[in-house]
């Protein structure tokens, strides 16, 4: 296994209708967030092909191991490792899957989600040369949570962090400071969790020629209007 670059790791919640993204589906609908939550993770793997380093996808629930090894199959990423986040809150879950992946000899991790499909190579770019100082990398969201969470050392006791909360990035950066561990930051960005969120992407992202951000912005002028489009401030 190769250890020189950080690796990546996805946080992989399957999507399934009527689960997840329920804040989106109160305003469009079960059926298309739905449909959005599978966007959204196609961003994310679009990103992982692209990635020099080594790939871990680990999924939210033990039984969706076989569906994650035909997702990374499907995109072509054989060499990608398919691991169980194991069980607990997700500061309990990262630091389960910190002590796991180390074990293995992994040294910097890179940890996103499948809910910031407007990260750019700008958001990566210097990741590693970053973990070569500091301890801690942050992206921070503009809600006040993280977009990517890198470390090149173990994490922190992050059980008892205000997760979903928009204190999460500043507790996460105070959490590890009283472990003594330094912190930097990198270019910030934004989650997909209302329906403005989804024009802003919409804005952020004119042009772009990556594939899954394509269909994802072609799929949100299907379902959105141009009243609602004015109705939203940008980020």
């Not at 209708?17 to 305003?27: C, D, E, I, N, V």
């Not at 993770?41 to 992982?48: F, G, M, Q, S």
Request: hydrophobic letters at 40%; proline letters at 4%.
């Amino acid at each position: 296994m190769t250890t020189t670059n950080p690796s990546l790791v996805i946080m992989c919640k399957r999507p399934k209708l009527h689960q997840g993204k329920q804040r989106l589906a109160q305003t469009i609908g079960a059926d298309a967030a739905f449909d959005i939550a599978q966007l959204l993770l196609a961003c994310a793997i679009e990103d992982a092909q692209a990635w020099s380093g080594n790939v871990v996808l680990a999924v939210a629930h033990q039984e969706d191991l076989a569906w994650g090894q035909a997702l990374i199959r499907q995109a072509k990423e054989p060499q990608a490792q398919v691991i169980y986040q194991g069980g607990g809150n997700l500061g309990q879950r990262l630091n389960h899957i910190d002590k796991h992946l180390r074990s293995q000899g992994h040294q910097k991790l890179v940890f996103i989600g499948t809910d910031a499909p407007m990260l750019r190579q700008a958001h990566y770019v210097g990741l590693a040369d970053m973990l070569a100082k500091d301890d801690i990398v942050l992206n921070m969201a503009a809600d006040g949570g993280v977009v990517i969470m890198s470390n090149a050392q173990p994490w922190p006791d992050l059980t008892n962090l205000p997760w979903s909360s928009s204190y999460l990035g500043a507790s996460l950066a105070a959490c590890c400071h009283s472990w003594g561990l330094s912190v930097g930051y990198h270019t910030p960005g934004y989650d997909i969790d209302e329906k403005c969120d989804l024009i802003t992407l919409y804005r952020d992202l004119a042009g772009e020629q990556r594939p899954a951000r394509q269909k994802l912005l072609q799929y949100i002028a299907t379902i959105l209007t141009l009243e609602e489009s004015d109705s939203c401030t940008t980020q």
